[in-house]
């Protein structure tokens, strides 16, 4: 069932704003299929950070053969990325929707890559602590 309501203008029409206006307020609405496939993929950073998260925590609280202060600095490192994380769902998520927005090209992952080298630094960090 198709509901049809009067969105096409919402983001024209004075008196109903939406949030972020520095998004909402510039360009035409895309095609709503594109700005679910950026809503996934803001979900998708927010799952990782939860899972980051708990491999932190998780660390931390199994009793692992990882000499301590390797583990425990791995385990920090994971907490850290994992607050990072949200920070690049929100940044994706602005950046994205403003491209789509005003049919530019998309921007790519803001902190793909400080996060990719935090988890090679703490992949790095067991591995050192298991052979100690």
């Known amino acids: 069932m198709v509901v049809e309501t009067d969105d096409e203008t919402s983001s024209r029409t004075p008196g ?11 360009g035409v609405d895309p095609d709503p299929r594109f700005s679910l496939a950026n809503e ?15 491999a932190g925590i998780a660390l931390e609280a ?5 000499a301590p202060g390797l583990r425990r600095a791995a385990a ?3 907490i850290v990325l994992g607050a990072a994380a949200p920070v690049q769902a929100w940044i994706g998520w602005l950046r994205t ?3 789509l927005r005003l049919g ?6 803001a902190l793909a890559m400080p996060l990719g080298l935090g988890l090679v630094l703490a992949a790095g ?8």
């Open 16 to 26: 109903r704003r939406r949030w972020p206006g520095r998004v909402f307020d510039r």
């Open 40 to 54: 996934r993929t803001f979900l998708a950073w927010i799952r990782t950070s939860l899972a980051l998260f708990a």
């Open 62 to 66: 199994l009793a692992l053969p990882i």
């Open 76 to 78: 920090v490192v994971l």
């Open 97 to 99: 929707e403003a491209a």
């Open 104 to 109: 530019r090209s998309l921007p790519p992952p």
């Open 125 to 132: 960090l067991i591995l050192v602590g298991l052979v100690r």
